[in-house]
């Protein structure tokens, strides 16, 4: 059996041959056989009338994309022969029985003079006159089909897409009609191409065309100011659906009052832009100057999105525009706006302090009332600096907000993201967070990308700033739709955010908006652009902006007078003016920062009220009873088995909890207390180390079963809803992600685990620029965990540390203000920017991750988490410990103070945090020191001066020792050497800090392990005092 490829080649020679009986007769062609190239046939013929050799036309359409559309014909008629179209049906048919390589093809029924079956022989060989005459008619259609199919493939190349006519783009050759044999002759002769042979515009015509009108439609529709890229889409609805929306009989057209409106808000957008330059001269405000038409197309879009079931908005976007989007799609009240330009930002007085951002990085949501009359909330994300780093955080906020609306069709909130023509091809978070657009725990329904492609990044042509054709090239990764359009021709701009939005709704995956626009002024409206780019800013100089174009066509249109065109100009000039006036005197209000479910969240002048951690004996069985079990006849692997049997004993003796169990108990108790616990990360699921099993798998048939995701039906009691998923292998988007899930609603508990602390850099922008510092900026809280494995044991210099260094370095606490007794629990954890902890027993994990939900702020929690105390049992706590002891623990004391001299009588105190403690204490014991006292620093921030003082004065002898097992340039020495330095002071005792640990190191950790055992036991001798000349 010849293959699909091959049939397809065979085919297309043959087709060359019919076409070229023009130029040769039966007998030359007998002669010259079938492997004479057509071109060195016709000496003489002009090179653009000559046929084209039958190498060009086979493989260029044969191969690449076309052959891939093929194929997927193939396999669509392979699985249902009714699936594809008739002609096409009876070629793979003849391929599929045996047809003699080059006769798989068969004209379409229509063709045929009497009806044909796979017996018959095929047209291509057919040697009767009338047979010849099919042959042409076939030959025609197929290559004009060829080349209707280059037009939807590459038809964009030749889009008019730039405003300032600068882009430099060849003609592909296969748009050409001389790469399929015909020349101008053939233009006006009529070409069969059968009823519905092709789906699109031409399914609506008569059965006979001609080549001019098919090529017209063709250029209109896809060269015109709109490009579309869709062929590499795999699934054939939604090709098809495109096509069907794009290859209309007519071109479309707007009428009267919807031009009016989208001139109406044009005209908002152009005027915001001139009113602030003219206010504010000398202020940067990354104006939309030149992509003015970005305004009506977002609000046509959010009001399509509407009418469709979308009642809240999550927008992310860089600076470009983005004080215009707030005014004029979010719909901030100008007064609000104005202020801000006065200076008059962020101190809410008396209600909430922060040091506040720039205008043009502020967040913010409004609810609005679209054109059908429904209510929508749309929010913008603030953001940094960072371009592109708001994007995984959006996918987040929108994803919260369908998992407590129960929205699981994603019809109700949407993201859309707007992007520059350099950050989306040059940052690789856009990557990162395009792939979790399908994934089962991460996807929102499809996002809008809209970008704002003005050509150019800073002072950087496109030709310096990426290797693609298009800055939006990464996208087709994704397989959706990417729609090119001229920014200048706004209809355009309207018409494809429209079929944006219903392209979001119908398949919820998702779609590009590209403007292909100009940047009228500098990088900001200060800078001067001509330094670098002197020809095109002579170019912009020149261009009549949009909002003049588009209103001198209206009004040669007579869609509307000059005179109503200038009395629009002037309601809205006033309506900007009163804006202004009142900023002047506006005050923020609370209510402006603060979302709904947040109301109640206390900020950091309020008084939190601290709860109690622990939860009843009862309760910790009752999760016993969830944790340890599986339904009947689900078949567990061998070792979990054992693993569920020891985790039973636990619960039985109510002793010996695991680091796993007392985290499953804080979740599990949080979800019955009406908290929605999400966990996520690489591998999560099982656990890095083997250690969570959060997800059973059935060893005969692979299902799955989460008991926490069954607390509920287990115990017959409300609880919410528990998500725990393996992620996409990216740090930055996935960590994004989870923090702008925890922005959504304070009543859940949202955790990302690094597989190792020290991959937690690769999303070091969202560590910086969100969750240090977000709340101070931009007033908006976040409990998020992050859970970064972090412990020395020997494995080299990768995977041992979390770089406690730079979390601590992070931290906002002041060394020297030590908070009066009373407040350090409470108001010091409030007043802080994060928490940073290290613990080392699973109980204290527990009241840890218990304590971040139960309170009425929140805080991040950097959680440095156990490696090898996993599987150490002398970590691991009792069911006391869940039930008696009732708050997180800051610092542990000396564990055995009976074993020790008396505390005044103490030789050394050592303070230490994470596992090194259990090496101390075994060290300790091997070597008989009964004066030495080892203290836990749980909490490093915020610094527990009150428990540290207090364990000062406890040993009012001994000599004070630091000890860590990180190196002396990393771990928690540089930062404790200063909290100490002052509670040394708080209690009157001379300053005096010694340090034990590895020495200063370039890299974290030695790759030898008996060097990395040498070290070990020189820094704990040394914190011990047992020193003996290593
Ligand atoms: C991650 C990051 N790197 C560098 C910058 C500095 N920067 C600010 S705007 C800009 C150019 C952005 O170009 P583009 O994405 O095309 O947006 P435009 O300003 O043209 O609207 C650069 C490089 C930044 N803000 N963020
Ligand atoms: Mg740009």
Known sequence: MISLQQALRQSMKNLTVASSQRWTSTTQRSAIGMIRPFASATPGTPLSQQPKSR?????TFLDGTSLVYVEDMYSAWKKDPSSVHKSWASFFQSADFDAPAGEAYMSPP???????TAAQPTAATSTTAGGSANLKQVSESMRLLLLIRAYQVRGHAMANLDPLNLMVRPEPPELNISKYGFTEADLDKPIFVGDGLISGFLTNNAPQTTLRQVLTRLKQTYCGNVGVEYMHIQDREMCDWI??????????????????KILERLAWADQFESFLGLKYKTHKRFGLDGCE????????MIDDSAEMGVRDVVIGMPHRGRLNVLANVVRKPLKAIFNEFNGGVVSLEGEYSGTGDVKYHLGTSYDRVASNGNKIHLSLVANPSHLEAVNPVVEGKVRAKQQYAGDTEQNT???IILHGDASIAGQGVVYETLHLSKLANYSTGGTIHIVVNNQIGFTTNPSSSRSSMYCTDVAKTIDVPIFHVNGDDVEAVVRVCKLAAEWRQRFKRDVIVDIVCYRRFGHNETDQPKFTQPLMYTKIGQQTPVMEKYSKQLIDEKVLTSDQYQQMR????DAYEKGFQEGMKYTPKPSDWFENRWVGVKNTTQLAEVQSTNISQPEVKALGEVLCNVPAGFELHPTLKRILKEKNEMFEKGAGFDWATAEALAFGSLLLEGNHVRLSGQDVERGTFSHRHSVLHDQNNGSTYCPLKNVSSVLKKDAAEYVVSNSSLSEFAVLGFELGYSLENPKSLILWEAQFGDFSNGAQVILDQFISSGEQKWMRQSGLVMLLPHGYDGAGPEHSSCRLERYLQLCDGDPNKIPPREEAERKQAQHSNMQVINCTTPANYFHALRRQVLRDFRKPLIMASPKWLLRLTQSFSSIDEFTKVNSFTRVYGESNPQDLVAPEKVQRLIFCSGQVYYLLKAAREAAKVKDAAIIRVEQL??????????????YPNAKVIWCQEEPMNMGPWSFVYHYFNSTFKSVNRPFNLQYAGRPSSASPAVASHSLHKLQEEIFLSEALGTKKNI
Do not use: C, W
């Open 55 to 59: 190498k060009e036309l086979s493989e």
């Open 110 to 116: 229509t063709l045929q003079t009497s009806a044909p």
């Open 293 to 300: 038409s970005l305004i009506p197309g977002m609000k046509a």
């Open 413 to 415: 909130a949407l993201a």
């Open 941 to 954: 921030h915020p610094f527990p001066f009150d428990l540290v003082a207090d364990q000062l004065q406890h």
């Open 243 to 260: 096509r069907e929306n794009f290859e209309t009989p007519q071109a479309p057209e707007y009428k009267h009052d919807e031009k009016v």
């Open 570 to 573: 002037s309601v809205i000039r």
